[in-house]
C-alpha cells in the first residue's frame, strides 16, 4: 500500500527523471540541468541526441524573435543614449540574426551612418546576412564570426550571450587592441555568492551554460578602467537549475559601462 512507502526517497528520483525528459524533449522554454566544474566539463554530459552550441542549421532558422521584451528597456534606453553622444559602431556579440537590431529599430530612431555588427556562429552569421539581404538593410547591418572584430568599436552590446561565451569580459577585452567606448550587457545570467557551470536546453540543442559570479563581472570590467553609469536587474526571465544547491539563487542583470 502506498502508506508504506518511504516517498521521501522515491519523489526526488522520479522528479529528477521527469524533468530530465522535459529538459530532452523541450521545444520552447529556458531550461538548465546539472552542475559541472567548467563548461568544458558540461559539454560531454549533453544528451547523446541532441545538437550542442548554436552552430546548425536549427538553431540559424528557429530561434529569430523580434520581440520587445520589458527587460530589454534599459539596454534600449543607453543605446540610445549612445547614439544622442555620436557613437555609429555597435558590435552586438552574440546576436543570432540581428534580432535585437530589428526588434529595438521600432522604438528607437536609428542615426544615419550607424553600422551595427552581429558576431555569431557561422550558420547563424550566414542566415543573418540573408535575412538582412532580403530586407534590404545590408548597408547598416553586418555579420561575422570573430569577435576580436569588435576592436574599434564605439558600443560592445551583449544581450543574453556571455553565459554562452567561453571567453570572460576580461578575456574579450584582453583581445581588443582598440576597446570600446561603451559596454552594455543585458540579459546576462549571474549568481550572488558564486559562479555555476550548467547545461541549457534551448530547444534545438543544448549549450554549456556559464551563471557568473556577479561581482566578479563588474569587476572584470572595471579592471579595464570602466566606469558604471547604470545597473539593473532583468525582472521577470526567470532562470533557476533545479536539483542543485543555490540553483534557485541565479538571476539574469544588465550594466553600462563607459571608458573616459
Known sequence: MLKNLNLDALIPGHEQRTYQRRFVQN???????????????????????LPV?????????????????????????????AFLHGMRSLFDLGGHVGI??????????????????????PSVAKAGEELAQS??????????????LASGNDVLFLSGSLQYLPSTMKEILQALETPPRRIILNTTAVHADRTLYTLNSIGVGVCPYRIQHHEEVLNEIRGFGYRRRDMWRNDGKPIAIPFVEGGDAAYYFGCCFDRP
Open 100 to 121: 535585437k537590431y530589428y526588434a529595438f529599430k521600432r522604438v528607437i530612431g536609428y542615426p544615419e551612418q550607424l553600422r551595427w555588427t552581429v558576431c555569431d556562429v
Open 53 to 81: 552550441g548554436y552552430d546548425n542549421a536549427d538553431a540559424a532558422t528557429t530561434l529569430y524573435s523580434p520581440q520587445v521584451f520589458a527587460w530589454d528597456y534599459p539596454a534600449i534606453h543607453w543605446l540610445a543614449d
Open 27 to 49: 521545444k520552447s522554454e529556458n531550461l538548465f540541468l546539472g552542475s559541472f566544474e567548467s563548461m568544458d566539463a558540461a559539454k560531454p554530459a549533453a544528451p547523446p541526441n
Open 135 to 148: 530586407r534590404d538593410v545590408s548597408a547598416e547591418l553586418a555579420f561575422c564570426s570573430d569577435w576580436r
